[in-house]
């Protein structure tokens, strides 16, 4: 949901601002109920904040059909030349440049996270726990803005933008506290913002090639 304050706690009131993020919510109360329903099950619950990036080899990553939803695959698309501007969602916001700020986090760090997860289920004595909740971000916000400027800077592209009106469900400021899973897990995002928004454009070299 529009969280009251940042960063987001896992013990933050949860509710939704758009259908996709009730989806989400929904999952997390069916998952509940299924450890309750049913024993043979242990269950923990990883919230995503914004994963982004591709895997270092420039070989696995994401290649959306049709108009991305989300920002990274508009802006590799953009800086391709696929698409002639990205369509900024709002720059009213109440943040520091009035752009939606997020927490962007590197696929490569969020595929450890659900490693350590599955280890720390599997050395629980209980058998069917639930549902330890682990927020998988970096702690750190970024705006729109800022994830356009760093793009352009390291990967040495243009990325021309438009200001749009606001999109409808968007919240402004959304990040991690993500300190249960540092104690819990002992996981921690390690890869940058660099790393993300270079191994996407790798990717989307991968892509063009094999276009
Ligand atoms: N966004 C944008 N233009 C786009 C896609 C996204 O300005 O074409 C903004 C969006 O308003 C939000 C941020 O980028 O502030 C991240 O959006 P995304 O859809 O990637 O993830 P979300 O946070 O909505 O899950």
């Not at 990274?72 to 900024?88: K, S």
């Not at 595929?111 to 997860?117: E, I, P, Q, T």
């Not at 352009?152 to 899973?181: F, K, M």
């Not at 996981?187 to 094999?210: C, F, G, I, P, Y």
Request: include cysteine; proline fraction near 7%.
């Amino acid at each position: 949901g529009d969280p009251a304050s940042v960063p987001l706690r896992e013990d933050f009131p949860t509710g939704a601002t758009n259908p996709y993020g009730r989806s989400k919510l929904m999952v997390e109360e069916i998952l509940r109920d299924l450890a309750k329903s049913d024993p043979r099950w242990a269950i923990v619950l990883l919230r995503y904040f914004n994963p982004v990036g591709a895997h270092e080899s420039g070989l696995i990553g994401e290649d959306p059909n049709g108009i991305p939803n989300n920002l990274l695959p508009f802006v590799t698309q953009v800086a391709a030349g696929q698409r002639d501007a990205l369509p900024v969602f709002g720059n009213d916001y109440a943040t520091p440049d009035g752009t939606g700020v997020r927490d962007y986090i590197h696929v490569t760090d969020l595929v450890r996270g659900h490693v350590l997860a599955l280890e720390k289920l599997l050395s629980l004595p209980n058998a069917n726990a639930c549902c330890n909740t682990y927020n998988l971000g970096t702690g750190q916000g970024y705006s729109v803005l800022d994830i356009v400027r760093a793009f352009e800077r390291l990967n040495n592209v243009s990325v021309p933008y438009r200001i749009q009106p606001r999109r409808e469900g968007d919240v402004a400021a959304c990040w991690a506290d993500p300190t249960l899973a540092a104690n819990e897990l002992g996981w921690r995002a390690e890869l940058t913002l660099d790393d993300m928004l270079l191994d996407s454009w790798r990717w989307q070299q991968t892509v063009l090639r094999n276009a």
